[in-house]
């Protein structure tokens, strides 16, 4: 959660947050507003605002140094992770992260119900019941479908929309669903 929403959950003013951390009130002010970068802060600064927010330094920096990679890429780092990992070790630490509902709530539909489509598709792999922490996210999908990039190439080449048709049938339930065209993610090099 960013500085804005922990002070809103916690109940606790500009104000307040400046007179129990001992950080001058126009730094808080500077803060909030994204004038002052977070990360930019001194590390006295950061302890002083985390200790007063109840969360840890980590947890106070990481909404402002999470940054967003292609989706290419993204996908790519999924499904090296599952080979890594393992898929049971992989749907816990998914679950144990809460990616998928950081991923929504930042606005990164994508790459959300990717990490969604991926966890119950493992999950039915291996015969594990579905979370139902994200049955809420589940109902929705993306407004046009995506389509991997060799595919896109592949059309364009041949000037045929029949390969992304055959795609899409070929796709793989859990990820169609959300209108993400995947039909591989074991092969991975």
Not at 164 to 181: G, L, M, T, W
């Amino acid at each position: 959660m960013t500085i804005n929403e922990l002070m809103s959950v916690r109940k606790i003013t500009k104000y307040r947050l400046s007179k129990n951390s001992g950080i001058p009130y126009t730094t808080i002010t500077d803060i909030c507003s994204g004038k002052t970068q977070l990360p930019k802060c001194s590390a006295e600064t950061l302890y002083r605002l985390a200790r007063e927010l109840d969360v840890s330094m980590e947890s106070l920096l990481e909404p402002y140094l999470m940054q967003r990679i292609s989706f290419e890429l993204y996908k790519s780092n999924i499904c090296h992770q599952v080979k890594e990992l393992g898929d049971i070790n992989f749907i816990v630490q998914t679950l144990e992260s809460d990616l998928i509902r950081k991923y929504f709530q930042r606005g990164w539909y994508p790459e959300s119900l990717y990490l969604l489509a991926m966890l119950d598709y493992l999950s039915r792999q291996n015969n594990v019941p579905l979370c139902t922490q994200y049955d809420d996210l589940r109902r929705g999908r993306l407004s046009g479908i995506i389509y991997p990039a060799s595919v896109l190439a592949i059309a364009a080449a041949s000037k045929n929309d029949l390969v992304k048709k055959q795609a899409v049938k070929d796709s793989i339930p859990e990820f169609i669903h959300f209108n993400i065209v995947e039909c591989e993610v074991r092969n991975v090099v």
